[in-house]
């Protein structure tokens, strides 16, 4: 298996060697299409200048042609009959056609250059070839030559395509080496990432990484922490909700299954039966309670796929809950101001919205002493609908605030557990609540009185 060290220095590699394959593509492209013209025009003009120096002192063409090669220049002279003379460096391939050879004599002019064919991975500027010249008819001494030249690369440039080259081959070892190097700093910390996966599957949390880095590394580094110390908390959580659950069960099987054993004598007086029997049927009726809200925070829990979302009145929807509570307020003798305008209205879940009102209610109801209030006020602007459900009871302890919508948590764990009530009330309220995109905020002080704040934007 390949490693992301060899991966990403290979991946390197290939990018320097495609990168110097399509620079000289282009390099190329560049010549033929743009220098080879001007090449070809420079070339004619040196040739030219050459044909007047013969001309004007024919006697001489011998020895100049000879200097003119020695400053770098190759160069064949022909007639185009038995009489033919090279001057400089050979050519590599002799391929002048007799037709260009004749139509020079003739008085024309040679583009060998410009009309060099266009070849991707061959610079015609390198290629010494004869038909890669230029040619302008001569005439020395009554008698007409064909004169081709064209410059010897080799000779103006040999030191510099040495230089050149020697330069190119350093950069690419040099940039190997570096790579090598690079490769493994931005491997490193991703191989303790790579382990600390591991370990993190195994159920260690307690992870330490270097978050120092600025860049991509070092952010991923930092949401990995983040996202470590989010899974350790939710497996605290789940551990603790699985041990809330089994001794929210246990507690009233433990009083079933002992007052099944009771009832089950036969000597047992009648109303102390029906007693027990009465406890019984309490304990059932509160494991009944657990199974249905502990389903419905599994059925919230699958996210907004779990809303059936429709326009709600929100006047009417309130007066709903109240009426269904009208018989635990009128036993406590509690008073119920509504302050809802008729005109809001609110999109959501007619269902679960109608669990929120009766949760806030209900808790409000449960938590006061008789003779007191309770209010539901309600007012919409353009981006949300803010409900407020608020009483003027004992107030609830600083405390204990934070911890009000987790699971299973009670303020008051002995009297909340004798009225039946799970502690999961106020977690499905912040779940649905948090389903339909809103918030819910809690504020209380001990003597005040308690209000819970439910904020819904509009969707």
Not at 192 to 216: F, H
């Amino acid at each position: 298996m390949k490693t992301l060290y060899y991966r990403v220095f290979l991946i390197a590699l290939a990018v320097i060697l495609a990168s110097s394959v399509l620079g000289f593509l282009a390099s190329n492209l560049y010549y033929h299409v743009k220098l080879k013209p001007f090449n070809d025009k420079k070339l004619v003009s040196i040739a030219e200048q050459m044909k007047g120096f013969i001309e004007a002192e024919p006697a001489n063409m011998e020895r100049y042609l000879r200097h003119a090669a020695d400053l770098g220049y190759e160069i064949y002279v022909t007639d185009g009959q038995e009489e033919s003379r090279f001057y400089g460096r050979s050519f590599r391939v002799q391929d002048l056609n007799e037709q260009d050879i004749d139509r020079v004599l003739d008085g024309g002019v040679y583009h060998g250059v410009a009309q060099f064919p266009n070849k991707p991975f061959i610079s015609g500027f390198f290629d010494n070839r004869l038909s890669n010249t230029v040619g302008v008819p001569v005439r020395s001494s009554a008698k007409r030559y064909a004169l081709f030249m064209r410059p010897d690369v080799l000779l103006q440039f040999g030191e510099l395509r040495t230089f050149f080259a020697l330069v190119g081959l350093l950069t690419i070892l040099i940039s190997i080496v570096f790579f090598l190097i690079s490769t493994r700093y931005i491997v490193k910390p991703i191989t303790k990432l790579t382990e600390a996966t591991k370990r993190l599957a195994q159920g260690q949390y307690k992870l330490r990484l270097a978050t120092g880095r600025r860049d991509e590394i070092g952010q991923l580094a930092g949401h990995f922490m983040t996202m470590a110390g989010e899974l350790e908390r939710v497996d605290q959580a789940r551990q603790q909700f699985v041990s809330n659950v089994s001794h929210e069960i246990q507690s009233p099987l433990a009083a079933i299954q002992g007052f099944a054993k009771v009832l089950a004598r036969h000597d047992l007086p009648q109303e102390e039966r029906e007693q027990y029997a009465s406890i019984v049927e309490a304990e059932s009726r509160h494991l009944s309670m657990l199974s249905k809200q502990l389903l419905l925070l599994s059925t919230l829990d699958q996210g907004e796929d779990a809303l059936n979302t429709k326009r709600i009145a929100l006047s009417g929807h309130v007066r709903q809950a109240a009426e269904m509570l009208q018989w635990q307020l009128e036993e406590k003798e509690l008073l119920l101001k509504l302050s809802v305008p008729n005109g809001i209205a609110i999109d959501g879940d007619e269902v679960l919205l109608m669990q929120v009102w009766t949760n806030l209610l209900g808790n409000a109801a449960n938590h006061i002493a008789p003779g007191r209030a309770i209010e539901v006020r309600a007012e919409q602007t353009q981006a949300y609908t803010r409900i407020v459900v608020a009483d003027n009871g004992e107030g609830i302890a600083a405390e204990h605030l934070p911890f009000l919508f987790d699971r299973f948590y009670r303020a008051d764990r002995a009297r909340e557990r004798a009225s039946g009530r799970t502690g999961l009330g106020l977690a499905i309220v912040k779940k649905i609540v948090q389903l339909h995109g809103g918030t819910i905020e809690v504020d209380s002080a001990p003597g005040v009185g308690t209000r819970f704040t439910v904020t819904l934007p509009h969707l």
